[in-house]
């Protein structure tokens, strides 16, 4: 069955159309798909295979050509361009013209009726006339030349253009001229159509059958079911159509948008006038947004302004926070500046009164806080600086007490200097220390010191004694507190050295002598037995450590420092506590000797503890009773089960 419809157009023209490929055609293509093919011979001897029906030419041989036939030579076709293999030349088609040309020529021809043919002198009228002679037959893309040389090949127009090459060219130029003015045209029509639609849609706005809100579906079945004549013939597809739907609407939802965003800021300009208004009392300044916003609810200036009705919640919460927030917020910092500013000068006053209070006392280099508190604890200057922003009582004091340690430090380094220097001159006499021991002491040796630096020291007035003697207390307590520090460094000395002395008695207990320390085993001896002390009784000369399985303990401490001298003279661990106790001791030897024996009954204690510590480690852990297995329990007779059926 064919796929082909015949259809008539406006004009009662008959032309083919396929409704799968959407295809149309001026001639049946069933009728030149059953064409008939004739072989023909080129003037090389080539041959060459034509369809009188299709106007089709090959050089293959068509399938249905019998092998049989024979070709015919002297029958020349005419040849559409447009139909020609790739394979044949422009030259050969122009020489198939030709050809054809010849053969029509040769032809018998009847009597016309019509008028003969006149040739055209001028080339441009008769591109003229062919060109008129194309559109009058109502020539289009539709057309194949073959069909134009089969219409109006008696046409006295179409032998105006002797040269069927150019009648070819002419052709073609003809359908690329009528399709751009088609084109042409068509986009005008196009933009025509566009504007009925758009005038149709804003009909249907303007009547509020269709908003900027409404879906081109909706609008599509309702210009559908008005039967609107613009939209039932529309020229443009579907989708090009919902596009200048959604354009119009788009704009129009801007306008309506732009025209509604005009009327709020009219309104928030209003409102934020009256918003300040309401929150100006000082009793307003803690308002809440929520409080706010309930009392505009109720608010009688705020219900009747027309323009506050198009403002939701959101735009009134936001100019809340834009503008009204930060005003209140402004206001409440410019205060509290203001409020700093007065306290700030009330704190000033209030340190310059305690600075006059304190200038009235008498402080020095060595005066303490707690000295002069009593004289300052009722005094109104020092009540009110109390909880103030800036310096305290005490910081104020302590730069009075700086600023006098400063300009003591001069005199105080160089009346160190000096008199150390003299000191150090009559060795025979007392030393540093002992000189600081008594104001008068200290005063008499300084007075004897022949140092010109000294010359603009006051070492007779009482006012220069009075800074004296806080000089003297100064370097009293510079003296203190370094011999606090070597103290502490040489304790830590002793301890460290006596400790190595115990680690190195430890591990060489079999090999120390027992006139000092002896190392007996004792069966059962309990953990923690009191450690006896040497009396006047007891002429032992040893110390006795009982070592057993479990720890050591110190069964008696008895230390004879010459023994132990004898003994572990050339032990270095010895050497360095001894050398350590010596220093220390050098200005009073006769202490020397109860530190060295302190020490060393110390020693003692620490070899027992660490021969106790190396037994637990060696300990093996001890082994954990098993438990009995649990017995089962004896079952009883066991009873039979009623079961009630």
């Known amino acids: 069955m064919s796929k082909w419809q015949q259809v008539h157009d406006d004009q009662g023209r008959v032309y083919y159309y396929n409704p799968e490929t959407q295809e149309t055609s001026w001639e049946s293509p069933d009728a030149q798909s059953a064409g008939t093919w004739k072989t023909y011979t080129t003037e090389d001897g080539k041959e060459y295979y034509y369809n009188e029906t299709t106007g089709v030419t090959t050089w293959d041989k068509p399938s249905e050509l019998s092998e049989t036939a024979e070709p015919t030579s002297d029958k020349k076709p005419e040849i559409e361009t447009q139909n020609v293999p790739e394979n044949v030349t422009k030259s050969r088609l122009d020489a198939g013209m030709l050809n054809l040309d010849r053969k029509l020529a040769a032809e018998l021809l009847l009597e016309s009726k019509l008028v003969k043919v006149t040739a055209t002198s001028n080339a ?39 040269d069927a090459v150019q009648r070819r060219r002419l052709y073609e130029d003809y359908l690329v001229k009528k399709l751009e003015q088609e084109s042409s045209n068509k986009s005008g029509l196009i933009e025509e159509f566009k504007k009925n639609f758009l005038r149709e849609i804003q009909k249907y706005l303007s009547q509020g059958k269709i908003t900027h809100k409404t879906r081109w579906v909706s609008a599509k079945n309702l210009l559908t079911k008005d039967q609107n004549p613009v939209f039932e013939h529309s020229i443009l597809p579907d989708a090009e159509l919902e596009k200048l739907f959604d354009e119009c609407t788009e704009k129009l939802r801007l306008e309506e948008n732009q025209a509604l965003q005009k009327e709020k800021d009219q309104a928030l300009s209003e409102l934020e006038g009256y918003l300040l208004q309401i929150t100006a009392g000082e009793s307003k300044e803690d308002l809440l947004w929520d409080d706010l916003y309930t009392q505009l609810q109720t608010d009688a200036r705020f219900k009747a302004n027309k323009h506050f009705h198009v403002l939701t919640k959101l735009d009134i919460l936001q100019l809340y926070a834009s503008k009204i927030y930060p005003s209140l917020v402004g206001k409440s910092r410019a205060e509290i500046t203001s409020i700093e500013k007065l306290n700030y000068r009330s704190d000033r006053h209030a340190r310059d009164a305690f600075k006059a209070l304190l200038a009235t006392k008498n402080i020095n280099a060595n005066t303490t806080f707690k000295s002069v508190l009593p004289e300052l604890e009722n005094e109104d200057a020092f009540i009110e600086i109390c909880g103030r922003n800036g310096s305290t009582p005490l910081e104020l ?96 000395k002793r301890d460290t050295e006596t400790r190595h002395l115990a680690e190195w008695l430890a591990a060489h207990k079999d090999s120390v002598d027992s006139s000092i ?55 270095e661990a010895f050497e360095r506590l001894s050398s350590i106790i010596s220093h220390y001791h050098k200005k009073t030897p006769a202490q020397a000797e109860p530190a060295l024996h302190t020490a060393l009954t110390e020693c003692v204690k620490q070899v027992s503890d660490l021969l106790t510590s190396s037994l637990t480690r060696k300990r093996p852990a001890a082994e954990i009773p098993v438990p009995e297995a ?16």
């Open 630 to 645: 649990k017995r089962t329990r004896p079952e009883g007779e066991k009873k039979p089960v009623l079961m009630n059926y």
């Open 124 to 162: 441009e009228d008769a591109k003229v006339q062919f060109l008129a002679m194309l559109k009058e037959g109502g020539v289009d893309s539709t057309w194949s030349f073959e069909k134009v040389i089969k219409t109006f090949v008696k046409n006295q127009h179409y032998w105006a253009i002797d």
């Open 397 to 492: 004091f302590w730069d009075i007490v700086e600023e006098k340690r400063q300009l003591q430090k001069v005199k105080k380094d160089l009346i160190e200097h000096s008199l150390r220097a003299h000191l150090d001159q009559n060795a025979q006499g007392a030393d540093y220390e002992d000189t600081l021991d008594s104001f008068d002491a200290f005063l008499s040796t300084l007075r004897q010191v022949k140092d010109e630096r000294l010359a603009s020291v006051d070492l007779v007035s009482a006012e220069g004694t009075s800074e004296l003697a806080v000089i003297h207390e100064t370097l009293q307590n510079e003296l203190t507190v370094q011999k606090q520090h070597e103290q502490s460094v040489y304790k830590r």
């Open 517 to 571: 320390l002896v190392f007996e085993k004792a069966g059962h001896t309990e953990a923690g037995s009191e450690i006896k002390v040497e009396d006047s009784s007891d002429h032992s000369t040893h110390s006795i450590i009982s070592v057993s399985d479990r720890d050591a303990t110190v069964k008696r401490c008895h230390v004879d420092v010459t023994a132990w001298k004898r003994n572990l003279g050339k032990v």
